[in-house]
């Protein structure tokens, strides 16, 4: 036997515990450590029957309240108010157990686990949500007793069917759950995107470049953003993010493009990709190098190829692209050479000294570009992220003293050295490199790939793709390595998981509604419309089904209402008393056998009116139910 009490407050526990859960990361120092101190002093409490009674519990809330609401501003909305839910929380578990506090545990773990989704979205949440609404369910059901007699006890097999039941009621609403995802219209725009962005993390893209800025770069493995295209090699995976082509001091920075730019992509093999990006503080999408053509979002492609939304990057969105694949980017008119040929305020004497050579035994543009990266191969660079060169000329100390640095010194330097040599050019940023699930068939893009490379214009050509990074030494070990193994398998599963979430869920929109609607309506009409063989049995086949269901309902309907009565009885008696029916037993012999004094009346109220061959009257009929259901 188990009292109802202990089972309520076994499922309270994990209903509390469920809403802290998906928010705890996100939490404050306070009651990230106030929740599990809490719910431990709850069972402790329960154990020992001491509860925290008012005003005590009271006056703690009112002081926490009093403390975010201090800390609340425009710019930190979020944070405070969830912090002080999960305070509230905690003191709910340490309170009296009355019906309405266990009401408000229930509805506080809710709307915890709601707020966590104001930092994120994935399929964990689902899981989290439906087990929830599970446990909710379950103890409502159990609160009513509860309420009745709070000492209460229940054996195993009522426990059994208490559950049973309390099961089916989130169950029975999930065929209701699923059509109305389907029919119910909804935004493109989370419900309140305007409260958080999501892009607060650090991420390794970044819209500027600077090198010399840290002494090292974190390796950041959270997804940028998941691609559907074909399988590819690793060589064509650069995705194009932004162009930067102007110098502010020694950064590189995105300036206005020159009046008149527009580049094209001569030839090259087109690949269409879905890109599911992460929210993110940046507007900048990515697609493969070059894309040509972009659908699903609002953006225009700008004339170097890059794509920049105005709208909120913190929000989940979609979006097609088609990219062609070369190497030069064309130009239709003459560029303005001067605005890519300028130089940063100060470089160091040895510098200018080198590539004054280099460019003396260049005859044109394309023989200084192959000197100057024969003068990174003979020199032995290498490629790495950590113990990077920080001075007052961090491009001097990258080339002649530490020959170490990570994409940024290799780009920004061969591009300062292409600008010496007389050579326009501009740095772009986006990301290299990714991992392809062959189980959603996508790549996955993390913020540890972004990248750096360089275009250089070459007359007669256009705009050259250029990666000093590969002539480091180290680059393809580095760089280009292929993560195996089980942890990673496991990672790329569940990460797969998340794929398959993004792509029905949360990118699910009224442009796929009607999609589902327009397929239903065409498959009907492809019904109707049929070829005369397709009518024929059309023709056939509906009267022929429509006629089966008249002929059951008539059926139906000549059943009186003294059978199905008897029927009913005689279902309930195989159930209590199995032994008692056969195939031969008359009903009088069945009302001796069971000896039950229901089943006696019933049989005697039924006989006076059918063995006399009458029709039940309303009162009797009313009778004969009444017993039935006692029976049961």
């Known amino acids: 036997m188990l009292r109802i009490s202990v089972l309520l407050d076994i499922l309270t526990y994990c209903i509390a515990l469920l809403g802290y859960a998906p928010l705890a990361p996100f939490l404050e120092a306070v009651p990230r450590f106030i929740f599990p101190a809490a719910l431990i002093g709850g069972l402790v409490a329960d154990r020992k029957g001491f509860r925290l009674r008012d005003p005590i519990p009271t006056l703690v809330s009112i002081l926490f309240f009093v403390y975010y609401i201090s800390q609340t501003s425009r710019e930190n909305l979020i944070g405070p108010a969830i912090n002080l839910l999960i305070v509230l929380l905690s003191v709910r578990l340490i309170s009296g157990k009355k019906i309405r506090n266990y009401l408000q545990i ?8 709601a707020g966590s989704t104001l930092f994120t979205l994935d399929l964990l949440f689902l899981v989290y949500l439906i087990f929830l609404l599970v446990l909710i369910a379950v103890a409502l059901v159990i609160l009513t007793f509860h309420a009745t007699d709070s000492k209460m006890t229940i054996s195993q097999e009522g426990m059994k069917t208490l559950l049973s039941v309390a099961f089916l009621m989130p169950a029975g609403a999930l065929p209701l759950i699923c059509v109305f995802f389907l029919i119910l219209p909804r935004t493109q725009h989370p419900l309140w995107s305007f409260l958080y962005v999501a892009g607060s993390r650090v991420a390794g893209f970044s819209e500027k470049v600077q090198p010399g800025a840290s002494s090292s770069v974190g390796s950041e493995k959270s997804a940028a953003f998941r691609v559907s295209c074909e399988k590819l ?6 995705w194009r993010g932004v162009v930067l082509n102007s110098l502010a001091g020694n950064t590189w920075v995105r300036g206005v493009l020159p009046a008149g730019e ?3 992509i001569a030839n090259g093999r087109a690949v269409r990709q879905t890109i599911y990006p992460e929210p993110g503080r940046s507007g900048y999408l990515f697609a493969l190098n070059v894309p040509v053509r972009v659908s699903g979002i609002r953006v225009p492609l700008t004339g170097d190829f890059v794509l920049k939304t105005a709208t909120s990057a913190g929000r989940r969105v979609k979006y097609e692209a088609v990219s062609v694949f070369g190497n030069t980017i064309g130009t239709r008119t003459e560029i303005d050479r001067g605005y890519y040929l300028r130089l940063p305020r100060s470089l160091s004497l040895r510098l200018v000294a080198v590539v004054r050579e280099i460019a003396k035994k260049g005859k044109n543009d394309a023989e200084k570009v192959e000197l100057l990266k024969n003068f990174y191969l003979l020199r032995n660079f290498t490629y790495a992220t950590t113990d990077l060169p920080v001075s007052a000329d961090p491009l001097d100390e990258f080339l002649f003293v530490r020959k170490r640095g990570n994409c940024e010194f290799f780009a920004s330097s061969f591009a300062v050295m292409l600008r010496l040599a007389g050579v326009p050019s501009r740095l772009v940023g986006g990301y290299y490199g990714g991992e392809y699930n062959d189980l959603g068939g996508y790549y996955l893009i993390t913020e540890d790939r972004a990248h750096v490379w360089v275009e250089a214009y070459l007359a007669g050509k256009g705009w050259v793709m250029l990666d000093p990074s590969t002539l480091s030494a180290n680059f393809q070990k580095v760089r280009e390595n292929t993560r195996e193994g089980l942890g990673f398998r496991l990672k790329m599963y569940l990460d797969s998981c998340n794929y398959f979430w993004d792509m029905a869920i949360i990118t699910y929109d009224l442009e796929k509604q009607f999609q589902i609607v327009n397929k239903i309506n065409l498959r009907i009409k492809s019904v109707f419309w049929l070829g005369h063989p397709g009518r024929s049995l059309f023709i056939m086949v509906v009267p022929f089904i429509s006629l089966i269901l008249v002929i059951a309902a008539a059926r139906r309907r000549r059943v009186s209402r003294e059978e199905k009565i008897l029927r009913k009885f005689i279902w309930q008696v195989k159930r209590k008393y199995p032994f008692a ?14 000896n039950d004094p229901l089943i006696k009346e019933f049989v005697a109220i039924y ?9 039940l009257t309303i009162e009797e009929y009313r009778l004969l139910q009444e017993l039935l259901r006692t029976l049961a």
């Not at 229930?106 to 686990?113: H, N, R, S, T, Y």
Request: charged letters at 20%; a positive charge; one cysteine or more.
């Open 262 to 264: 527009s580049g094209y």
């Open 581 to 594: 029916i056969l195939p031969s037993t008359g009903l009088h012999e069945l009302a001796g056998l069971s």
């Open 607 to 615: 006989g006076r009116a059918v063995y006399c061959d009458r029709k």
């Open 233 to 238: 090699a690793k060589e064509q995976l650069y």
């Open 106 to 113: 229930f509805a506080l773990a809710i709307f915890a686990l």
